[in-house]
Structures are given as structure tokens and as C-alpha cells.
């Protein structure tokens, strides 16, 4: 019986322990959470002793280990602190006072143009077409009616993939097209912006890689006019409703006839500038009605159906529209030059 009884003493002192327990802060209610009722809590050293009680006061013991762990509970939910300096850190903040200014971030202005000119395209009916960036030839050039020998299949143009020639990171955003093609029926409206690369030497003109937007129509009865039409749309949209275009006779492997189409100069509205080099006009993109070759090549029969093309090259855009004299700055990630269009 004097085992008992010295038991019950034991679990009636930490009984009493838990009653009297007053924690003033928070690092004392988490010492006391943890010796209570934590994972290893000291109540796991006393149920083992209940082998040695009585049969008779085994449920009275255990009735008393019930009631410190529910004691201590108590104390844990009844447990508030005051809101003097010395328990709550945050006593010395006047929260009235304005905040710290956040610095807003900004776009990038190869991502402001991108989404202003496929805003402007998707307007009128195209629809958002991807593709990969590593190609194979065929998709990248002989579908689109490269020669075995043009010059663009040199290694001095093309990026290929461990030197080998059925394989490179694709130079135009053309091999998008000719997916399209080959997947869908006309009429097909749609343009397709990605990075391209090119095996060029880095400098303020040019760079081994950079974006492009490149748009393509197929239907019956396309025309010239049809393109001319668009493009002026176009860059009225971008340039502002004075703007003017004209189309210079060029050459594209994939477009027969093609066409270097400039716009008025938007800096100086035509007068002269260093900009548009004292002519008045800028070119900005390439275009032409689609070969009749490429057509076939894509299983589109060119005695029903006709097409155009253009594409342009995203930062030449935004280099004059927001006068850039430096390609490179658009991989840089210098801040002072990203903060420029945190007003965008």
C-alpha cells in the first residue's frame, strides 16, 4: 500500500505542477507545451507505473494521469499574454505610419513589342501557332524551297546540332508555318512568334539569336492587294494612323514575288532623320505571296489555293521604337536599362 501511495503522491505533484504553471510568453508556453504534451512528454515516465498499483486503484490512477494531461491542455488554451514591450516584438511599430515603397517591376521591351504585335494580328482573325526550336532540314529549309546550296544551309549561318546537317536550332520562324500547313486545311490564318538563331558575330546590329514574328494566310483567291492591306492595317496599328508603307521588289526562297516592305519614318514623320538615315522611310519586314513549291510541298494544291507570308524581326522593332542603338541590351539584364519601361 506505501507503494501506492507514494505513486499517487508523485502524479498529484505534477498534478499540482501543471495547476500552478503561469507561462509569460510564448518560449515558455512552448517549453511547457513540450514537456506536457509534446511527442516525448513527461506523463510516458508515469502510465508504466501502473503495473505496480493495486488492482483495486489502477482506474483511480489512471483517472489522474487523464486529468494533468487535460489540465495542461486547459492552461495552453487559457494562456494569453499582454501586450507590453517586453512579450509582444512588434509594440514598437506604429502601424499608421506609410509603408516602405515597392519598386514595381517592369516588361521587357522584346515583350512589350511580341505582345503589341500579336494583340494587333489577333484582332483581325490570326490565330497563336509554336513550334520547336531545334528543327529538322526538311522543315527548316527544303519544304520551304531552299536549295541543296543556298547559302542560309552554310555553317556560317545555321547553328547544327554536333555538326550534323539534318538536324540545327532553327533560323526562322518559317518552320512553324510549314507545320501548319501540314496539319490543317485552308483557309489558314495564323502567325507564329519564337526565337530563332543565327550563327552571326555578336555586335550593336546583331546577334546569334533573337525573335521573330512571322505571319502566313492561305485561301483561295489571295492576292497581293490582300497582303498590302494587312501590312498597311499593321502599321497604322503600330506606328500611328499617318503611317504610310511602300513594297521594294526582293527575293525569299519561299515567296514568289517577294517584297522588303518599309514604313514611313514615324520618328521624323517622313522629313529626315539619323533614324530612317534621311530617306524617310524604315524597313521593317520581309513578305511575298507563297511559292506555289511550298504549297505542293505541304499537300495544298496551288491551282485552288494562294497565300502570303511576312515576318519581321521583333527587337529591330523595338530598337525603333524606343530608339535602342544597341542590340545587346536586350540580354544584358542590366537593371538601369529594364527600368527604363517600368512605365509600360
Not at 65 to 70: D, Q, R, T
Request: with cysteine; hydrophobic share 35%.
Amino acid at each position: 500500500m506505501s507503494t501506492d501511495n507514494q505513486i499517487f503522491q508523485e502524479a498529484e505533484k505534477l498534478l499540482e505542477e501543471v495547476k500552478q504553471s503561469k507561462p509569460t510568453n510564448k518560449e515558455e508556453l512552448e517549453r511547457f507545451r513540450i514537456r506536457f504534451l509534446g511527442s516525448k512528454n513527461i506523463l510516458k515516465n508515469y502510465f508504466p507505473k501502473i503495473k505496480d498499483i493495486s488492482n483495486e486503484r489502477k482506474k483511480e490512477y489512471g483517472q489522474l494521469l487523464n486529468a494533468i494531461k487535460i489540465t495542461a491542455e486547459e492552461v495552453i488554451k487559457n494562456t494569453t499574454f499582454s501586450s507590453s514591450a517586453s512579450n509582444n516584438p512588434f509594440a514598437d511599430i506604429d502601424f499608421s505610419l506609410p509603408g516602405d515603397p515597392v519598386p514595381a517591376g517592369s516588361r521587357h521591351p522584346v515583350r512589350l513589342v511580341w505582345n503589341r504585335i500579336t494583340d494587333i494580328f489577333s484582332k483581325i482573325g490570326f490565330d497563336i501557332s509554336k513550334g520547336p526550336e531545334i528543327e529538322d532540314d526538311y522543315h527548316n529549309f527544303s519544304a520551304l524551297n531552299f536549295a541543296e546550296d543556298h547559302p542560309a544551309r552554310d555553317m556560317q549561318d545555321t547553328f547544327f546540332l554536333n555538326k550534323n546537317p539534318d538536324w540545327v536550332l532553327r533560323t526562322h520562324t518559317s518552320s512553324v508555318q510549314v507545320r501548319v500547313m501540314e496539319n490543317n486545311q485552308p483557309p489558314i490564318r495564323t502567325i507564329s512568334p519564337g526565337r530563332v538563331y543565327r550563327n552571326e558575330t555578336i555586335s550593336a546590329r546583331s546577334h546569334c539569336f533573337f525573335h521573330q514574328i512571322e505571319g502566313l494566310v492561305i485561301d483561295k483567291n489571295i492576292s497581293m492587294a490582300d497582303l498590302k492591306q494587312c501590312l498597311l492595317y499593321f502599321a497604322k496599328e503600330m506606328f500611328g494612323e499617318d503611317s504610310k508603307i511602300r513594297l521594294r521588289p526582293s527575293y525569299f526562297p519561299f515567296t514568289e514575288p517577294s517584297a522588303e516592305m518599309d514604313v514611313s519614318c514615324f520618328i521624323c514623320n517622313g522629313k529626315g532623320c539619323n533614324i530612317c538615315k534621311h530617306t524617310g522611310w524604315v524597313e521593317i519586314l520581309g513578305c511575298g505571296m507563297v511559292d506555289p513549291n511550298v504549297l505542293k510541298n505541304c499537300d495544298i494544291d496551288p491551282e485552288v489555293y494562294s497565300g502570303y507570308a511576312f515576318g519581321m524581326g521583333v527587337e529591330r522593332i523595338a530598337m525603333l521604337k524606343y530608339k535602342i542603338n544597341d542590340i545587346r541590351l536586350f540580354t544584358d539584364h542590366d537593371i538601369r536599362f529594364l527600368k527604363q519601361f517600368s512605365w509600360q
